[in-house]
Nanobody
Framework: VQLQASGGGLVQAGGSLRLSCVGS????????MGWFRQVPGKEREFVAA????????YYADFVKGRFTVSRDNTRNTVYLQMNSLKPEDTGIYYC????????????????WGQGTLVTVSS
């Protein structure tokens, strides 16, 4: 599956952004989907993930209560709604697909999107 992420941009601290990731092909609903990010000076890290049906969701502690992951299998799309953004959320956000489970560990990711840049100004 090919993944195309979009929705990044520049936002002030406290603001919101919604990232989208569209998958190609008819097998999108068979993949667990998620988001990772790479912030300056750090390795890529897990942000959020959802199971094939969208019922189970997982979040990194640093985004709980601020970010929400969701998916629409009819549109082959996974979303990341980001609220109450902080300057430390600045980074490149990648969507990810995993055949076996919701992608909470990048070692299990089968496909990556190209990344979309999020910049949060103070």
């Amino acid at each position: 599956v090919q993944l195309q992420a979009s929705g990044g941009g520049l936002v002030q601290a406290g603001g919101s952004l919604r990232l989208s990731c569209v998958g190609s092909g008819r097998t999108f609903s068979t993949f667990g989907m998620g988001w990772f990010r790479q912030v300056p000076g750090k390795e890529r890290e897990f942000v959020a993930a959802t199971a094939r049906s969208g019922g189970l969701k997982y979040y990194a502690d640093f985004v709980k209560g601020r970010f929400t992951v969701s998916r629409d299998n009819t549109r082959n799309t996974v979303y990341l709604q980001m609220n109450s953004l902080k300057p430390e959320d600045t980074g490149i956000y990648y969507c990810a697909a995993d055949r076996s489970q919701p992608p909470t560990n990048q070692l299990g990711v089968d496909y990556w999107g190209q990344g979309t840049l999020v910049t949060v100004s103070s």
